[in-house]
């Protein structure tokens, strides 16, 4: 009864850091209310959460894409979160943004919410005529939880299935470039806790992501899942730039500062970059403490990766 009890508490717990998570990358980028969509609750799947929402640059040619995928550790968020400097900016330069829903844990377990993802991909991309959108410049973005989806599905082997006799999933879900803020590039707590501290490692997303109790989260059960969810795993030299955003102090984390805390720690992504360096790949870091605009550093790699010129009219 005591360790229900205290799984039951450990669970509880993850909920509230998520909310907390969530609120924190949203301030990290600038959410804020959003313009209605050109298409609302676009269903891409069967679920009620496989719903997109879609804004298009009104454009002559075809546009090229960002999908965003929201934060909440996989338990909680939604598509709204999308930062509206974002969606403003990426507007105005003419490329079409959609913003994704997914499906939460317990309900569903890795590789789910990823699988959810690829599916809001291949989806968009079987829309590309109906929404003027450009097939081979297509972008992913993400907080956090949804971060880490779009590196994942980014360095994932394509997951076209060419044979299928759905026309969605033949789609490619192979992307040109990838914009992601708070990324954590692994799920293994034993890099997480040498890199971000006891606490990151005591976030309930390593429960919750990979349907472990908390008796099995250092097992080789779990460290098989580990590797299996992070996107670092997947990694080849022939995957897409990155440009990796963080807000969270660089100091190590306080010894007993509350569970999750450190879980968008800036080594994660010194992590990504020079692993991505070290295949000769682009990964651009950038830290809030080092001043400047960094929405338009995000949005001028999106520019730089999608042929597009930073100043370019859209809606």
Not at 176 to 183: E, H, I, M, N, R
Not at 196 to 215: K, M, P, T
Request: glycine share 8%; with cysteine; net charge neutral.
């Amino acid at each position: 009864m005591k360790r229900r009890f205290a799984y039951a508490s450990f669970l509880i717990g993850t909920f509230l850091g998520a909310l907390i998570s969530v609120a924190a990358q949203d301030r990290e980028t600038g959410a804020s209310k959003l313009p209605p969509p050109d298409f609302a609750n676009v269903a891409y799947g069967s679920h009620e959460r496989h719903v997109m929402d879609v804004w298009i640059a009104h454009t002559p040619a075809p546009a090229p894409l960002l999908i965003y995928f929201h934060g909440g550790g996989f338990v909680t968020g939604r598509k709204e979160n999308l930062p509206r400097s974002v969606l403003d900016a990426c507007l105005k330069t003419g490329i079409s943004v959609a913003s994704a829903n997914y499906r939460f844990s317990p309900e569903v377990v890795f590789p789910a919410h990823y699988r959810d993802g690829a599916r809001a991909l291949q989806f968009a991309r079987s829309r590309a005529a109906e929404w003027n959108i450009d097939l081979a410049r297509v972008a992913l973005g993400g907080s956090s939880a949804g971060a880490a989806m779009a590196l994942w599905i980014a360095f994932h082997d394509d997951l076209a299935e060419a044979g299928s006799d759905d026309p969605v999933a033949r789609q490619s879900t192979r992307v040109s470039c990838v914009v992601v803020a708070g990324a954590q590039p692994t799920y293994d707590r034993r890099v997480i806790r040498e890199l971000a501290g006891e606490s990151a490692a005591r976030h309930a997303v390593f429960a919750s992501l990979h349907g472990l109790s908390e008796d099995e989260l250092d097992t080789p059960k779990a460290h098989a899942l580990y590797t299996a969810s992070a996107p670092l795993t997947h990694l080849t030299a022939d995957d897409p730039p990155v440009f990796a955003y963080y807000s969270e102090p660089r100091a190590a984390v306080p010894a007993g500062s509350r569970a999750g805390t450190g879980i968008h720690h800036p080594n994660l992504g010194l992590l990504l970059q020079q692993r991505m360096q070290a295949l000769g790949l682009e990964c651009i870091f950038r830290h809030k403490d080092e001043g400047g605009n960094a929405n338009s550093a995000r949005v001028d790699f999106l520019c730089r990766h999608l042929g597009l010129a930073a100043a370019k009219g859209g809606r």
